[in-house]
């Protein structure tokens, strides 16, 4: 039986290997559900796994780090329910099986390409800023990659909480930071200084996706007592141009810090991968999903969406992520 239709990267390369093919309808086993997909995110992990150097991604895999969809059947889960989940891989097809106990309900008020663009970015972003670092003693932060992904979903919570920003952009995309509420800051300038002297002296906490060397400069962007919370080596990866060798070598090449050094600049280091997060906490991740989906059906949280496509396009997403030139998260529709 064909009823489904999925993506698949069965080797390593370019956004030429995400193929769209026919498959088999998934069968949900105990504890599972089935779920007809309405949106799934393409995010820079998916070029990443396209690489070939996502841990524990292996190939031939199907895409897709979350689903939005209705639930057809499978356990504890009323059919017709409409539900997020975390899902690393898989949500890049018409229909996907998930755990039925890492589904959140979705509001109805929340359209479905929003609650999509809101789980992984949304709950990187609010657990990275609720449970990494105090969020009510962060009166003013630093963004790294503002008008991407994460990025865009930081800035808009900084707006919620009151809490002023500083947001990392390159070009054009310092406009849409500005208008976003935050205080553009310009790539190709010293960040570190832009930030002190626009902040008198620095912030609270600094989220830093960049990595590698890329830490220093985030670290000397904060007052004393601030926080930097690292959660992505996107600069040492390289982006479409990743070597798996070169990469891993640039991951290593990150600065080292004593505890020492760190009591006595009075700053702190986090780190944040949201799979651990989620392993250690599953009730927060659920917690936090629904805390963000009730945010959005306020309308106190919207996501920014860089583009729609169908599923067949997904190919398309995939080297728009690349071109990284419009703001926000890319969602496909299967
Ligand atoms: N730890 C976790 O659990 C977790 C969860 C989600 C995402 N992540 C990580 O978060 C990072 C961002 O992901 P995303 O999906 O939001 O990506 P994204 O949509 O591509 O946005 C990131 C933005 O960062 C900027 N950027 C790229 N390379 C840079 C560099 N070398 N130096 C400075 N800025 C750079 C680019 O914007 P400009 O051109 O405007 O500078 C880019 O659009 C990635 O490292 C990803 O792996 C981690």
């Not at 089935?34 to 796994?49: H, P, R």
């Not at 949500?91 to 929340?110: E, I, K, N």
Request: aromatic share 6%.
């Amino acid at each position: 039986m064909t009823a489904n239709r999925i993506a698949i990267v069965r080797r390593a390369g370019g956004p030429e290997r995400v193929e769209v093919i026919d498959a088999a309808t998934p069968v949900p086993r105990a504890g599972d559900v089935l779920i007809a997909v309405e949106a799934t995110g393409v995010a820079f992990a998916d070029v990443v796994m396209r690489k070939g150097v996502y841990p524990g991604v292996g190939f031939p895999f199907t895409p897709g780090y979350e689903v939005v969809g209705r639930v057809v059947s499978g356990d504890g889960i009323a059919p017709g329910t409409r539900v997020a989940a975390l899902t690393v891989t898989g949500g890049a097809a018409r229909l996907a099986v998930v755990p039925a106990a890492d589904c959140v309900a979705v509001p109805d008020a929340v359209p479905s390409v929003q609650a999509a663009a809101l789980v992984l970015n949304g709950l990187t972003a609010w657990q990275m800023l609720t449970r990494c670092v105090a969020q009510p003693s962060v009166e003013t932060m630093l963004v790294w990659g503002a008008a991407g992904g994460v990025g865009s979903v930081l800035l808009a919570l900084g707006r919620h909480f009151g809490i002023r920003t500083f947001g990392v952009a390159s070009g054009s995309r310092q406009d849409f930071v500005r208008q976003r509420g935050a205080t553009p800051i310009d790539r190709a300038g010293d960040v570190a200084a832009q930030v002190r002297a626009a902040s008198d002296g620095g912030v609270d906490a600094a989220f830093d996706g960049v990595g590698g060397p890329n830490v220093r400069i985030s670290e000397a962007a904060l007052r004393p007592g601030g926080c930097l919370v690292m959660f992505g080596f996107q600069g040492a990866l390289g982006g479409e141009r990743l070597n798996p060798l070169k990469a891993a070598a640039a991951v290593l090449r990150s600065p080292r810090r004593s505890a020492q050094a760190q009591f006595l600049a009075g700053t702190g280091r986090r780190g944040y991968l949201i799979g651990q997060w989620k392993d250690a906490h599953p009730a927060f991740y659920r917690d936090d999903l629904a805390a963000i989906l009730a945010l959005a059906a306020e309308g106190r949280l919207v996501a920014d969406i860089a583009a729609e496509l169908p599923l067949d396009r997904i190919a398309d997403a995939h080297r728009m992520m690349a071109a990284g030139t419009q703001p926000g998260k890319i969602v496909i529709r299967p």
